[in-house]
């Protein structure tokens, strides 16, 4: 090795040595573990997530195929009005093909479906709509061309209830309000009720809906549950579980006045030691009168010291 190679290859490795100290003292990365979220626990108490949902199967609806357009045609009563997830059950070769389903008179649902190939059944969400009435009505599924055949076969669609609003994060005081129209309604009668003086969960008259929330915490601690709730004459007493990841609070329901008499209840304190997604659900126990409740929000106070 030549003097001139020896002293290039030891000015390389005294640059590379002072590189590597300089490195291992610089501070820590305040953004290396953002990635890493850890997982609030599900609920110790069973709920069904399948309830207020309905399906239409591919063998009960009619096809028509066409060169451009082929047509599904169903008949179907949703049971009660409110948002749902519209998702498309299928098989496919195809790279991507358009799909969009139409409600009645209500606005398309349009997207595009992947492949799935031919063995492997996809449920994918295509978006929402708003059914506004308890009455049948038509639904079809337009595909971009023919969806019954090996390449693209169609199984059905299933509606599930979908929130009408987002829930807001935490606010800068450190509260979670949870409003009535952010929560998802697993409900065949309860749902959210949009009129301005009501702006809450009603027809709660079956005591096996029940509704879920979901939201984010950005500083973790002791939290104060509320209930701002309403119940007619003659119809308190009900029994009801709020279930908070895997804690439980339970309080009885207090007789207002009136269903849209609101009154805030304490109904107990939780621990939320975990940053990032939890998830909080009501669901009654009994049913003292003719409905449990009415439900304007919940309220998650900091419990200070």
């Known amino acids: 090795m030549t003097k001139f190679a020896l002293a290039l290859f030891l000015l390389v490795g005294i640059s590379f040595s002072v590189v590597v100290a300089e490195e291992t003292n610089l501070p820590p990365d305040p953004f290396a573990n953002l990635d ?9 108490e069973e709920v069904d997530r399948s309830r207020g949902s309905f399906s239409l199967d591919a063998k009960e609806g009619s096809y028509v195929p066409g060169d451009h ?3 599904w045609h169903w008949k179907a009563k949703p049971g009660r009005w409110g948002k749902y997830y519209v998702g498309l059950n299928y098989t496919s070769n195809r790279t991507k093909l358009g799909v969009q389903v139409k ?6 649902v349009k997207s595009y479906a992947p492949r799935t190939g031919r063995e492997t059944v996809g449920t994918m969400i295509l978006g929402t709509v708003y059914i506004p009435k308890d009455v049948e009505y038509p639904v079809m599924l337009l595909t971009g061309d ?15 209830p979908a929130p009408e609003g987002e829930t807001l994060g935490q606010s800068i005081d450190g509260t979670v309000h949870l409003h009535a129209k952010s929560a998802t309604t697993y409900a065949e009668k309860m749902r959210y009720e949009p009129k301005q003086e009501k702006n809450c969960l009603g027809f709660w008259v079956n005591e096996n809906d029940w509704a879920e929330w979901e939201f ?27 279930l908070i990841n895997d804690e439980t609070l339970s309080f009885k329901v207090v007789e207002t006045g009136g269903f849209q008499n609101w009154k805030e209840v304490p109904i107990g304190k939780v621990k939320l030691d975990l940053a990032g997604q939890h998830k909080l659900a009501i669901k009654p126990v ?3 009168g003719k409905a449990v409740m009415d439900i304007q929000k919940l309220v998650l106070t900091p419990v200070s010291g």
């Not at 409600?103 to 398309?108: A, F, I, Q």
């Open 146 to 160: 023919q969806s019954n055949v090996p390449d693209f076969m169609v199984k059905g669609l299933e509606f599930t």
């Open 103 to 108: 409600v009645g008179d209500l606005p398309p």
């Open 69 to 71: 357009f082929a047509h």
């Open 36 to 44: 890493v979220e850890e997982t609030a626990p599900e609920y110790t």
């Open 216 to 242: 984010e915490i950005s500083s973790p601690g002791e939290f104060e549950v509320k209930i701002v709730q309403g119940c007619g004459a003659g119809n308190g007493g009900s029994d009801v579980n709020v």
């Open 286 to 288: 009994n049913k003292a």
